[in-house]
């Protein structure tokens, strides 16, 4: 079946612009997950959405950066007023909610580059 | 606090080589999950092999193995007569029941390298 579906794959925008990068998880996956790759770095919790409940935040970097997560399926990360230290490779990833020890499924990710 | 690391951040072995990836974790927990990925150049990460911990048998597929040891708190991966095809990033993670979900927290990564 389809795997976990990102866009756009590349992102250049100008810092202080608000962009919007989209995930479309795995049929029936009830979990959902944004993590960021940057250069050189490993990857990093960003937020985690599990069904109808409120997300975990936890690993927003700073009030600049959000999630929604409409109908239980698609997943929009925003962030507002870019920085250039925000430029990284953002993943999307889903899975089962149960059982635990599911493995995540990663999308192809979105490479933003802030200039 | 769980942490992983992944001591090894480049590795450069010649075809049909044996390498083998370490990966050492910290957890508080007793029930946790351990993870492979393997993240080739382009860019999208593979899930390789999942074990709980409760479940410390070496696991072997094709050229690929795994050794769970909960005394050393290590989970490295070795792959047998390494291809170019191996080449990319791999990562070990960790998923603590506690955690959100099944949120991962992943090592740095080891880039490893088969040159023909």
């Known amino acids: 079946g389809a795997g976990v579906s990102q866009s756009p794959s590349n992102k250049v925008t100008e810092k202080g612009k608000d962009v919007e990068l989209r995930c479309d998880p795995i049929?029936?996956?009830?979990?959902l997950y944004w993590y960021r790759q940057s250069l050189g770095q490993g990857l990093e919790f960003l937020i985690y959405?599990?069904?109808?409940?409120?997300?975990?935040k936890s690993g927003l970097p700073s009030d600049r950066f959000s999630a929604e997560r409409t109908g239980g399926s698609v997943s929009t990360l925003t962030i507002q007023r870019t920085q250039q230290e925000d430029s990284a490779v953002y993943l999307c990833?889903?899975?089962?909610?149960?059982?635990?020890?599911?493995?995540?499924?990663f999308g192809n990710g979105t490479r933003l580059t802030v200039t | 606090a769980q942490k992983v690391t992944q001591a090894q951040t480049e590795i450069s072995v010649v075809e049909k080589e044996d390498v083998t990836l370490d990966c050492v974790y910290e957890?508080?927990?007793?029930?946790?999950?351990l993870f492979w990925y393997k993240q080739p150049p382009s860019g999208e990460l593979v899930f390789l092999i999942r074990?709980?911990?409760?479940?410390?048998q070496n696991e072997i597929s094709g050229r690929y193995s795994w050794n769970f040891q909960k005394s050393t708190s290590s989970f490295n991966f070795t792959i047998t007569a390494s291809q170019v095809v191996d080449s990319a990033v791999y990562f070990c993670?960790?998923?603590?029941?506690?955690?959100?979900?099944?949120?991962?927290?992943f090592g740095g990564g080891t880039r490893l390298m088969v040159k023909p």
């Open positions: 990833a889903s899975s089962l909610g149960v059982p635990r020890g599911s493995p995540l499924h």
């Open positions: 049929s029936g996956h009830t979990a």
């Open positions: 959405f599990q069904g109808n409940s409120a997300p975990d």
């Open positions: 957890t508080r927990d007793t029930t946790y999950y």
């Open positions: 074990r709980n911990s409760f479940d410390e």
């Open positions: 993670a960790l998923s603590e029941v506690g955690n959100a979900g099944n949120m991962l927290t």
